[in-house]
């Protein structure tokens, strides 16, 4: 026969086994969701992105500005595709030092992602000096290996 004393301290032993059990699954499911080591894909030696347009030391009139995307050496196909030799378009705007180049690119007002592989963009820009830099990523939005950059460029919006 169970006692009373004996009821309450299995519920305290059943309830301290089911702690016990959430904590380890959250454990795993820790464990399970870190991040692997970061594996850079490879870029071909003659890859080469660039602004086409604006070039540098441009002066825009009116708040919108079209920039035109090069790329040579490599392909463009789109986020989540992966391809070899291919990669997509991050604009970086008024930004100082190149993102982690073992993350995915930010994706802020300053990092712009192209990620349906599209070639040019409009952007609207408040009046005063700018700098556009594009930077290819890889399908998971991480920049190749070595890094696929572009020259900075200036432009002084009117």
Do not use: W
Not at 71 to 82: E, F, N, R
Request: charged residues 15%; glycine residues 8%.
């Amino acid at each position: 026969m169970v006692t009373r004393r004996n009821s309450e301290l299995m519920q305290i032993h059943m309830l301290a086994v089911a702690l016990m059990l959430v904590l380890a699954a959250c454990q795993s499911e820790e464990a399970a969701t870190e991040p692997e080591a970061t594996v850079r894909v490879a870029s071909p030696p003659d890859a080469l992105v660039y602004i086409i347009s604006p070039e540098d030391g441009a002066t825009i009139s009116g708040r919108e500005v079209k920039v035109i995307f090069g790329l040579s050496g490599m392909g463009v196909a789109p986020a989540g595709v992966d391809m070899e030799g291919t990669g997509h378009h991050h604009l970086l705007v008024d930004v100082v030092e190149l993102p982690d180049m073992d993350m995915p690119v930010p994706a802020d007002s300053n990092h712009i992602h192209f990620g349906l592989g599209q070639t040019e963009a409009v952007l609207s820009l408040a009046p005063g000096s700018h700098t556009l830099q594009l930077l290819l990523g890889d399908y998971r939005h991480i920049p190749h290996d070595p890094p696929v950059a572009s020259a900075a460029v200036t432009i002084v919006v009117e």
